[in-house]
C-alpha cells in the first residue's frame, strides 16, 4: 500500500481555512490562559492581602468576605447591621420571617440564578452535607439549559424532589416551581441574588472565558466554535455600538439569563420578559411566601449568618467550613480574563435595569431584616 504525502496532508489539514483559524486561535487563546492564570491568582492574593480592612472584596463568583481578624486565620465581621436600619424596621421577629417552618419535609431546592456565587454556595453544600449528614443531588451538565419547563417537565421535576429520601438537597438552574400544583409539599427554597448589572457583565465574559468553551466543547464535541471576533469583543464596546446581546428593552425574551426576577417569578409566561412590572411584582411575592433565605453576593458573611439560623438543618457551620476551605472556594470560577467596565457603561445600563434593581434591592432588604431580627450584635 502507497501513502502519497499529498493524502496524509489532508487527513490533518480541515477542508475549510476557517475552520483551521478558529482551531488556532482557540489553541493560542487557551495556551495563553495556562501561561497567566498563576500570575493573576498571584496578583489576585496580594490584591486581597492588601485590601483595607473592612472594605468589600468581591470576585465574579467567590468573593473574599470582608471584616476584621479574629488572630486564628480567619476573618469575622463585626457589625453587619445599622442603628439607622433597627430603627427604621423597630422590632422584628425571626418567627415571622422564616419560611423554614413551613416545610413538611427537609428537603432544600436550590434553583440557583447563574453568576450570582452559586457555584461556590454548590461547593459549599456539597462540603456541608458531609459535616451535617444529608443527602447532596445536583443536575447533570446540560449541552443547552433550560430554566422554563413544559407542564409534564415541571411534574417530573416535583415528583423527583418528593422521590428524594429527607433530608435531601437538589440544585438545578431553573425557574420557580410550584409544587402544590401537583399536590406535593414546597421543598426548602434558597438562592442568591447579585447586583443585576454586574451579573450580566460577568456572565458577558464567562462565556467567553477559554476554559468555558473548552469544557463545554469536551462535554458536547457536535457544539460549534465560537467566532473569534466576538470572544475579543468587550462589554463596553458591545454596549456602544448597540449590539443584540447587549440591548436590555422591557419585555424582551432573553437567552442569556439577563432576566434576574424570571428565576424567582416562575414558569408562567408573564414571568418571561425583562425588566417588566408583572414580572418583578410575582419574583417578590414568591421570594416572600416561599423562600427560606434569598442571599446576596456582594453581602456574603451576612448571607451565610442568616442561612446558618433561619435553615439550621442544612447550613449549621456554613461561616466555619466556608472560611476553612476559602483557599479552595476563592477558586471556583474566578474569570481572570474579566477586564474592568467603565463606570460610564453601567450608568448606560442600569437605566434599563429598573425593575430588576428594585427587585434586587428588595431581597437585600429582607435579607437585612432577618439578620436584624436575630439581635446578634446586641449587647446583654
Not at 446558618?308 to 483557599?327: M, S
Request: with cysteine.
Amino acid at each position: 500500500m502507497v501513502f502519497s504525502r499529498s493524502g496524509v496532508m489532508r487527513q490533518y489539514v480541515p477542508k475549510r481555512w476557517s475552520e483551521f483559524i478558529s482551531l488556532l486561535f482557540l489553541s493560542t487563546t487557551f495556551f495563553l490562559f495556562l501561561q497567566t492564570r498563576d500570575l493573576s491568582l498571584q496578583l489576585s492574593n496580594e490584591r486581597m492581602r492588601h485590601t483595607a480592612e473592612g472594605e468589600e472584596y468581591i470576585e465574579a463568583e467567590a468573593p473574599y468576605m470582608e471584616g476584621e481578624n479574629d488572630g486564628k486565620g480567619r476573618p469575622i465581621h463585626r457589625d453587619l447591621s445599622t442603628a439607622k436600619e433597627r430603627e427604621y424596621y423597630g422590632k422584628l421577629d425571626p418567627m415571622e420571617l422564616n419560611n423554614t417552618k413551613n416545610a413538611k419535609k427537609e428537603i432544600l431546592f436550590f434553583n440557583r440564578v447563574p453568576k450570582v456565587g452559586s457555584q461556590t454556595t454548590m461547593e459549599l453544600l456539597k462540603s456541608l452535607s458531609i459535616k451535617n449528614n444529608f443527602h447532596y443531588h445536583k443536575d447533570r451538565t446540560q449541552k443547552t439549559e433550560t430554566i422554563k419547563l413544559s407542564y409534564n417537565e415541571e411534574k417530573w421535576l416535583s415528583n423527583l424532589l418528593d422521590f428524594f429520601n429527607p433530608p435531601s438537597v437538589y440544585v438545578k438552574h431553573v425557574c420557580f416551581v410550584n409544587f402544590t400544583q401537583f399536590n406535593l409539599d414546597m421543598p426548602i427554597y434558597v438562592n442568591m441574588v447579585r447586583d443585576p448589572v454586574e451579573r450580566v457583565i460577568s456572565w458577558y465574559y464567562y462565556v467567553r472565558a477559554p476554559w468555558y468553551f473548552v469544557e463545554r466543547k469536551r462535554a458536547f464535541p457536535d457544539l460549534p466554535l465560537p467566532n473569534p471576533n466576538w470572544l475579543k469583543k468587550d462589554y463596553d464596546t458591545c454596549v456602544r455600538r448597540g449590539d443584540k446581546e447587549c440591548r436590555y428593552q422591557d419585555g424582551d425574551e432573553r437567552d442569556d439569563f439577563g432576566q434576574l426576577t424570571e428565576f424567582f417569578c416562575g414558569q408562567d409566561d408573564d414571568c418571561t420578559g425583562f425588566n417588566t412590572e408583572v414580572a418583578m411584582r410575582k419574583a417578590k411575592e414568591n421570594v416572600e411566601k416561599h423562600y427560606a433565605v434569598v442571599g446576596v453576593l456582594e453581602e456574603l458573611n451576612k448571607t451565610l449568618t442568616v442561612l446558618e439560623h433561619y435553615v439550621p438543618r442544612f447550613f449549621k457551620g456554613a461561616k466555619d467550613v466556608y472560611y476553612n476551605e476559602v483557599k479552595i472556594f476563592s477558586k471556583i470560577n474566578r474569570n481572570i480574563y474579566k477586564p474592568t467596565t467603565a463606570e460610564a457603561t453601567k450608568d448606560i445600563v442600569r437605566k434599563n435595569f429598573t425593575r430588576e434593581l428594585e427587585f434586587f434591592d428588595f431581597c437585600k432588604q429582607r435579607l437585612h431584616k432577618q439578620y436584624l431580627a436575630l439581635n446578634l450584635d446586641q449587647k446583654p
